[in-house]
């Protein structure tokens, strides 16, 4: 025995000291009032570990759909000038429409022509070019605004004074 504890002994020592410090983190500290509540900082960071990741996996989710969401372009606005006569009423929606990322329409807005806001019945009353802001806003918030050039020819012909 006194052969066993010359060659081990220190060895032996270092193993009851670790697993008394071990034994001490996983219980947690017996002198303090709350002990029976408190769990050792080895359990402690294993618990809060384990919860964690239940809860990273969800936010993990969330980061992804939003950033699936924010990855997303804005819709996009397509303009289709048909030849606009002056004095004629504007179905804003034949000339303009918009589609969202995944292809599907999104309703339009006409905010302004020539920087005047304008009502639902509109119509050119002078021959020219006009300067139209549109705005779209798809199903996730997603909003884009274009700026286009409406050109508006006469209704049968020029008139004298009259230029496009």
């Excluded at 705005?135 to 918030?141: F, I, K, L, P, R």
């Amino acid at each position: 025995m006194k052969l066993i504890i010359q060659e081990y002994g220190l060895t032996l020592l270092a193993v009851l000291v670790s697993g008394a410090l071990i034994f001490l983190c996983l219980r947690g500290n017996a002198g303090d009032s709350e002990a029976t509540e408190s769990k050792g900082i080895l359990s402690e960071a294993l618990y809060h570990g384990n919860a964690q990741a239940g809860k990273s996996y969800e936010q993990q989710e969330d980061r992804r759909v939003c950033s699936s969401l924010m990855a997303q372009d804005a819709p996009l606005i397509v303009c289709h000038t048909y030849g606009i006569k002056r004095g004629q009423s504007i179905d804003w929606s034949r000339i303009f429409d918009a589609r969202d990322s995944q292809g599907r329409m999104v309703p339009i807005r006409v905010l302004s022509v020539d920087g005047k806001k304008i009502a639902d019945d509109f119509s050119f009353e002078k021959i020219g070019k006009y300067q139209v802001v549109v705005e779209a806003v798809d199903t996730y918030g997603k909003r884009s605004r274009q700026r286009f050039q409406l050109p508006v020819l006469p209704q049968t012909g020029m008139q004298e004074g009259e230029e496009l």
